[in-house]
């Protein structure tokens, strides 16, 4: 089944515990994305990637970090993580050579940091 | 990327047409108009898009005025497994910023019995 699979699901931690949240596509596509979502602030983008070894910031990049080694994976780092990065995180992914440039969604990674 | 406006929540009655509402009066030519849908806290589902021509697919109708500074999404037949967070943006698939996206905070649509 095509997908973006998204590990893990649901995460506590504490404050400064270095974390990744992993996402993986099984759909050869080249533009990958991470967003947060927050009550009342809809849904922020973090960073993104338009091919492999190739990263940009999004609106919302502070506090995280991405890498982009492989064209299937795009984990998102969090060094030292702070309770304001609790949120619901969302990895997503486009195959831009089709040209309809639709994002496909993962499920979703629930984070909480105390 | 154009902002969008849309309305925070918007009911319909079961079995009627859900009509939902975008405003992008800032609409460059090459963008395009995007619909997704979230259900509770799953992923966003994409819906529909296009650029200035109105569109149908199995999901739904997207009608686009001729100035292209606003679009309604139709849901010709709503259920209630259509209540969800609609989310419209738009999004030039050629600039240098075309990796950028961004979502505001869409219209809850809540169907009811």
């Known amino acids: 089944e095509a997908q973006v699979t998204q590990n893990p699901r649901y995460l506590i931690t504490v404050t400064g515990k270095k974390l990744t949240v992993t996402c993986s596509q099984n759909m050869n596509h080249e533009y990958m994305s991470w967003y947060r979502q927050d009550p009342g602030l809809g849904l922020r983008q973090i960073y993104y990637s338009m091919n492999v070894e190739v990263t940009d910031k999004g609106d919302v990049p502070e506090g995280y970090k991405v890498s982009r080694k492989e064209k299937r994976n795009f984990p998102l780092i969090l060094e030292s993580p702070s309770p304001n990065q609790t949120s619901l995180y969302f990895c997503a992914s486009i195959r831009l050579s089709a040209g309809a440039n639709v994002l496909t969604f993962g499920a979703g990674s629930r984070l909480t940091v105390l | 990327d154009a902002k969008t406006t849309q309305p925070p929540s918007m009911d319909c009655a079961e079995g009627r047409a859900a009509n939902l509402p975008c405003n992008h009066s800032?609409?460059?030519?090459?963008?395009?108009v995007y619909w997704y849908r979230q259900i509770h806290s799953q992923g966003p589902q994409y819906i529909i898009h296009?650029?200035?021509n109105n569109e149908t697919n199995e999901m739904a109708s997207l009608i686009i005025t001729e100035d292209r500074k606003s679009s309604t999404l139709i849901l010709p037949h709503a259920t209630l497994r259509d209540t969800a967070v609609y989310y419209c943006i738009v999004r030039d698939l050629h600039n240098t910023n075309a990796g950028k996206s961004t979502f505001g905070d869409g219209t809850t649509l809540t169907v009811k019995p």
């Open positions: 296009g650029l200035k």
């Open positions: 800032t609409i460059s030519g090459n963008e395009y």
